[in-house]
Each structure stands twice: as C-alpha cells, then as structure tokens.
C-alpha cells in the first residue's frame, strides 16, 4: 500500500512536471510567434514609412550648375557645390511628346505622371479620368503629400503634380484642382488665384497663411506649428521677387513644410521648386541666375543634414526639367569664375540638352546613366511605393 501510494505520487509528479514543461513550451512558443509577428509588422511599417524629396531647380542645365560650382569656389567659400556630395548621378532626356525642346508644363507632367503629354499642357486625361500622379499614390499610401514654390502654386510645375489643364495659363482653373488634391502643405505665392477658395480650405480644416509674415511666426512658434495638420501659405500675391530682393529663404520654407509632412509615420512625399533659375536664364541675367542657384544650394544643405538622422528612409532627388538660356562658359584667359567672368547666352528659351539629376539614399535597383524625362516617375514610384 505504502509502495503504491510512493508510486501514484511520483505518477502525480511526473504528470505535473510534463504539463509544466508543456505550458512552459507554450508560453515561449507563442512569445516567439508574437514576436516574429510584430517583427514582421516593423519590417513591414519601414517599408511603408518611405519618404521622398524631389527638388527640381526650374531651368537649371548643366551650364548654371558649372557656372555655380566654380563661382562658389572661387568667389565665396573656396568649396565646390553641395552636389558633389550627392550618391550618383545620371542624364535625363528632356524631349516632350510634340517637340525636341520641352517646356515646364510638359516636363513637369512627365516626372509627375510617367507620361509624355505636348507643350504647354499640365497633367493628363485618360478615359475623361486624371491620369494618377505621384502625389495621388504616395495618398493611397497613406503618406503625406507636400508643394514649396517660389512661383504661384498654380505655375506649370507645381500644376502638374496635383492638376489638368490643356492649357498651363489657365490658372484660376489649375486652383480649383490643389482642392481635391488632399494635399498636406503647399507653400508658394498665387494668393491671387485661390481668393475664392480659401473658405473651402479652412471648412476642410487647412490653416491659411496669408503671407510670409505669417509664415514666419508659425516657424517660430513651435506649439502652432506641432498642432498643424493641414497648410495652405501664400507668399505672394503672384510670383514672389528674386533672391536678392527676398526675406527669406527657400530653405525656410522647405524646413515648415517638413515639420509637418514628417508627423506621418507612413512617409511623405514633398515637391520643392527653385522656381526662379529659369526666369533669368530666359533674360540671360547671369548674376540673377547665380544668386537662385545660391537659394538653391542652401536648400540641398538644409536636407542633407536632415537626411543625416532618416537616411534609412528617405530618397531625395535633385534635377531640372529643362535647361534655359543657353549658357556658355568662354573666358579662356580667365584664372577664377568671378563677376568678370565672360559668358554667353545663345538663347531667350529653352534648349534641348539633357540636363544632369542627382540624388541620395539607399536605393536597391538600378538607374541606367541615361534615361527619359518618363522614367524620373518610375524611379521616385519604386523607391516610394513599391518597395
């Protein structure tokens, strides 16, 4: 009886340490599926919190990006451009659907669609539908989508990333478009064009900025700035003046911009536009065009030390859509690029030169050394979207 009642127990024993062991195993077999889990849905939300910049200096060929960089060297800091500190860098065609020299409209469309359309036209139509552009899909992502110009909101280039119009000079029309766009920010001058429209902004919950005053009291007080969702700040009536005659600074209105773009864990997608290195590429005014290019390179180094801290997740890509004024550099006798420095300028438009892209990030696919302007929309939707 004693020997029996020994053995239940060690029966009684053995039973329990195996449902023990069994619970035990259990509970470290579903830590470790839980974990795998939420491992899987971290991998999963950086893939989805892709960010992307593209900053497209308006009119800026190869000549002006020389110009700039050797002036910079030579008559300002003894450095070369902040673009020798991009990644890679490649060629892009710049031809539109109807002529061998493009115009904004059509080159912009082209980076923001992934399709030829004819000069003078913004965006595309297909089926009486607005073909998506990169905006649209970084939205049906869930990403935060954003405009910095310095030219109205509604000019050719920041047109054809939002809006349709066969004609660019339709403005007031384009304005109508940034609505149902869902933008998140836009930043730019053309008050003008959207007087009758701000009361849809605000019911949609926009903050409306009425000029760079404002736009500067809102970066500095940080409260304001952290609680806003949704902006809409005019910084001119029409276009706003050139550099030397600015308050502030391209960059400034690019570090607003992000502030708020960069709330959305799932990524942005932001347009910056040095708008005005093409107007004066058109009035051949070199010291003009430098002092954009100036803003300009501000710009890149305000991001680059941005992208320093969110370089896992952020591409950002620097281009322009046409070259403007034909430029050449001819002072053979001269030892440094300076203000004496002789130029020339073949041109009051645009050429057809392939004009050079940069960019910086972490990028697992291929960019052939020359592409067209079409394929600038398929390597921004890879890096963006599809990954």
Not at 105 to 133: E, I, S
Not at 227 to 239: G, Q, R, V, W
Request: aromatic residues 10%; hydrophobic residues 40%; positive net charge.
């Amino acid at each position: 009886m004693i020997i029996m009642n020994k053995f239940s127990k060690n029966r009684l024993v053995a039973i329990l340490f195996l449902l023990a062991f069994s619970l035990i195993s259990l509970i470290l077999f579903l830590i470790l599926l839980i974990s795998k889990i939420k491992s899987q849905e971290i991998t999963k939300d950086n893939k989805n919190s892709k960010s992307l910049i593209l900053v497209i200096g308006d009119g800026m060929g190869l000549p002006i990006i020389s110009a700039w960089d050797y002036y910079k060297k030579d008559s300002m800091d003894n450095n070369y451009s902040v673009l020798e500190n991009f990644d890679g860098s490649f060629l892009v065609r710049t031809r539109s659907k109807d002529k061998v020299i493009t115009d904004s409209a059509a080159a912009a469309t082209a980076y923001a669609t992934g399709y030829n359309v004819d000069n003078y036209q913004v965006g595309l139509l297909k089926d009486n539908k607005r073909v998506k552009t990169i905006m649209d899909l970084a939205k049906e992502k869930n990403k935060s989508t954003g405009i910095v110009v310095l030219c109205t909101l509604t000019h050719a280039t920041p047109a054809a990333f939002y809006a349709y119009s066969e004609k660019r000079s339709n403005e007031e029309q384009i304005a109508k478009y940034l609505i149902y766009s869902n933008i998140d920010v836009a930043i730019g001058g053309g008050k003008k064009y959207f007087k009758n429209l701000i009361p849809t902004f605000k019911q949609k919950g926009y903050t409306i900025l009425e000029n760079i005053n404002e736009l500067k009291e809102i970066k500095q007080n940080k409260e304001k700035l952290n609680k806003t969702e949704k902006l809409l700040a005019f910084i001119d009536e029409k276009h706003p003046p050139k550099q030397e005659l600015r308050n502030y600074k391209l960059s400034e209105l690019s570090e607003v911009a992000i502030n708020i773009l960069s709330k959305n864990k799932n990524g942005f997608f932001l347009m910056i536009e040095a708008s005005q290195i093409d107007w004066y590429g058109h009035d051949n005014l070199f010291k003009d065009q430098l002092n954009e290019m100036k803003d300009y390179e501000d710009t890149l180094n305000y991001l680059l030390n941005y992208y320093k801290t969110n370089k896992d997740n952020l591409m950002i890509l620097t281009l322009a859509d046409h070259e403007c004024g034909g430029l050449t550099l001819i002072d053979y006798e001269a030892k440094k690029l300076d203000d004496n420095f002789k130029i020339h300028y073949s041109t009051n438009y645009h050429t057809a030169e392939h004009i050079p892209a940069f960019y910086k990030g972490i990028i697992n696919f291929k960019i052939n050394p020359v592409i067209n302007n079409i394929e600038v929309f398929s390597i921004m939707k890879k890096y963006l979207i599809d990954q």
